[in-house]
């Protein structure tokens, strides 16, 4: 019998912003502990929210053995890891002194405009350890400023939104970044139609999300091993299904960008990265160990979840291989549409992707903002979107506190 202890931790402080001023200042901690028992073949599972008695769990753990619930995999471990993403850590009134800096400076400038949602320090810490000798951990501090802003007297929930995120935030870097999209979303301009050259601020925010959707879907174990899969067949056939300079991975190295180094069954691979595109081809599938065994295909160290249930074969961070350095390497000196805010999409089952983009800005050949378009529609094929239309990845972060790159490729623009 072998048992694993995972344990999560989250600290916040969290400012709600109402009118542009603080409305509300809340602390928050929670802590959850389960115990995972694996014992021939089966696994039992037992956890608690707040002060636990590991003792009280492994009795109810072991309990759940008699459900029967099939885990055929070998525990991990003997390994020992630490990883740490330290941000600076503010108290309360540090906490609201950066809002208001924040807040007083928006005011003044834009006075036209309505800010509200909130900032918010997060401290985050997962470990998991084990009988076998498992003993990973992994923490990350950081702070968030994001305000919805909402013009006055204007209909609309929101107008646009401006955010930063990152370990350590200063007021003017903040809202360097803040003017910068707010003075060129007060300039509306014409709207553009047909194939258009397009920015991705971020493969995992509020804009390039809904690019990635089927990556995620159908690229799971149990969807690919069933068929069901827009990419049946595809995974490790050697075919160049997208644009050779194209590549995707799941993110585990701690050093690359602020990710967790270990998959939820403890697994660390080597290279921490996971090649899901490489040179255009499709390399992998997200199996965790126990469904690599229940679908027979390769684990991938891609296991997800939350501490108190199973974990299940999905991926976590994504991140693609850089082209150029920066933005204006991947413009030819000409201008291009970044994509600020996406309100849902669609895909289907031929890869046909529509995403409805309520914040649109056009940018210069320098990839400076420069003017507001109106709300539209970006479609096209995923296997052309990262196929001929796909232009490249930055090394340049999308802001001075984020990891995240710009992504550029071609996609049509319709009214």
């Known amino acids: 019998m072998n048992r694993e202890i995972i344990r999560s931790e989250h600290r916040a402080i969290k400012l709600g912003v109402i009118d542009s001023s603080i409305g509300s200042v809340r602390t928050q901690t929670e802590t959850q502990t389960a115990v995972r028992v694996m014992d021939k073949g089966c696994i039992g599972l037992a956890s608690a929210c707040g002060v636990a008695d590991v003792d009280a769990l492994t009795r109810a753990a072991q309990e759940s053995l008699l459900f029967e619930i099939a885990y055929p995999v070998q525990p991990e471990g003997p390994r020992s890891l630490r990883a740490e993403h330290a941000g600076e850590i503010r108290d309360v009134a540090g906490m609201v002194s950066l809002a208001e800096t924040v807040l007083d400076s928006l005011k003044e400038e834009f006075p036209n ?3 509200s949602h909130g900032v918010e320090q997060q ?5 998991i350890e084990s009988d076998s000798g498992l003993d990973l951990d992994y923490s990350r501090s950081s702070t968030q400023v994001a305000f919805i802003a909402k013009e006055k007297g204007s209909g609309n929930i929101i107008d646009t939104f401006v955010g930063v995120e990152g370990l350590v935030l200063d007021a003017d870097g903040i809202l360097a970044e803040f003017r910068s999209h707010l003075r060129a979303y ?7 139609q047909g194939r258009q050259r397009v920015i991705f601020p971020g493969l995992d925010g509020m804009a390039g999300s809904g690019l990635f959707q089927l990556f995620r879907s159908d690229l799971t174990a149990r969807t ?5 899969s827009i990419f049946d067949g595809m995974v490790g056939d050697g075919e160049g299904h997208f644009n050779p300079a194209f590549g995707l991975q799941e993110l585990r190295d701690p050093q690359q960008a602020r990710v967790c180094p270990f998959d939820m069954e403890g697994v660390v691979r080597s290279p921490l990265n996971l090649d899901i595109v490489a040179n255009g081809q499709l390399r992998a ?3 965790s160990k126990r469904d690599a065994v229940r679908y027979g295909l390769p684990q991938t160290g891609t296991a997800v979840g939350d501490v108190a249930s199973l974990p299940v074969s999905g991926f976590g961070r994504l991140g693609a291989t850089p082209t150029a350095n920066g933005l204006v390497d991947l413009l030819d000196g000409e201008g291009a549409i970044l994509v600020w805010f996406v309100a849902g999409g669609d895909s289907t089952r031929t890869g046909d992707i529509a995403l409805p983009v309520a914040v649109a800005l056009t940018v210069d050949g320098e990839g400076r903002p420069t003017g507001r378009l109106p709300g539209c529609t970006l479609t096209g094929n995923l296997f052309d979107v990262f196929g001929d239309d796909f232009v490249g990845v930055t090394r340049q972060s999308v802001d001075p506190y984020s990891d995240e790159p710009f992504l550029v490729t071609h996609m049509t623009v319709q009214g």
């Open 113 to 115: 405009f309505v800010f």
């Open 123 to 127: 401290q985050l810490a997962w470990n």
């Open 186 to 192: 007060m300039k509306p301009v014409a709207a553009v």
């Open 224 to 228: 690919y091993a069933a068929g069901t």
């Open 285 to 287: 599938v997200a199996a």
